[in-house]
């Protein structure tokens, strides 16, 4: 295949993936609330969207469960991640493999079968349950890229550590987490992304209560496409992009 064929393959494939969000972003802007036809440039629906209070008590919830929600995962998984990597025990193969059960694992599933151990638990739906369900959600993907990154460690040196003097908690707070921060970082930034974007689980685990982003998104197309909801999608949009480029940036191995 000559260059050119590639250039035009790669094209077309770019353009099938991210021509809708194109469309999006280009009628955010649009100065017609109702028809699709260009009717000029406007930032009025951005300035609607700024006092819309629903939408942003909506978006600081879902900052909120995001937020946390990574943060326990990423203490979770990276835990989890340097049990794996540093100690061989009955079950580690099944513990690993779990992990990526998990991650292939449907949304609906998950979020059904966290339905019912909340109902059976007599839990009522709501923050609590809803933090659970997206760190259930997000642990896998950080134990994953962290133990990636425990790959290229050197053992010799958690060895000359403990020949040093050094015990397991001092071995994994001053060598195991500094040579591993850029993926911890990167695996909070993609649990936080996974967390912001998620609407079926989401759906199932939250009660009336608690609202968040996604949700509120959905109850507004179900009435109709509007400018305002364009805008909206545009800046979660610029929040995933922003999030899934510091992950890569830490993620990238040092030349």
């Known amino acids: 295949m000559s260059r050119r064929l590639k250039w035009i393959y790669a094209g ?3 353009a099938f993936l991210y021509l809708p969000l194109v469309v999006v972003a280009i009628f955010s802007f649009n100065d017609s609330k109702y028809s699709l036809a260009w009717h000029g440039f406007t ?5 609607k969207l700024w006092h819309n209070s629903s939408l942003m008590s909506a978006a600081l919830n879902s900052l909120l469960i995001a937020g946390c929600a990574a943060t326990l995962a990423t ?8 049990i794996m990597h540093q100690y061989r025990f009955p079950g580690r ?3 690993f493999g779990s992990l990526f059960v998990m991650m292939m694992s449907p949304d609906i599933v998950i979020a059904i079968s966290l339905l019912l151990l909340f109902l059976a638990l007599h839990l009522p739906l709501g923050f609590p349950t809803l933090l659970v369900a997206h760190a259930v959600l997000c642990v896998p993907f950080v134990a994953t890229t962290v133990y990636s990154r425990f790959h290229g460690f050197q053992r010799d040196i958690l060895d000359a550590a403990k020949d040093l003097g050094a015990d397991e908690y001092q071995v994994f707070r001053f060598i195991v987490i500094p040579l591993a ?3 911890v970082v990167g695996g909070w930034l993609l649990s936080f992304t996974l ?4 609407v079926i689980i989401s759906f199932f685990t939250t009660g009336p209560d608690f609202e968040v982003l996604p949700l509120r ?7 109709g496409i509007k400018p305002d909801v364009n805008a909206l999608c545009v800046v979660m949009m610029g929040i995933t992009i922003v999030a899934l ?3 890569r940036t830490l993620l990238k191995e040092k030349e």
């Open 12 to 14: 077309l494939v770019y």
């Open 195 to 198: 967390s912001l974007d998620d």
């Open 75 to 82: 203490l979770m998984g990276t835990v989890a991640a340097f």
């Open 245 to 247: 480029v510091l992950s």
């Open 43 to 47: 930032l009025r629906w951005y300035e």
């Open 181 to 183: 921060l850029p993926a």
């Open 217 to 223: 998104i959905y109850s507004m197309v179900r009435l």
């Open 93 to 95: 193969k099944l513990l």
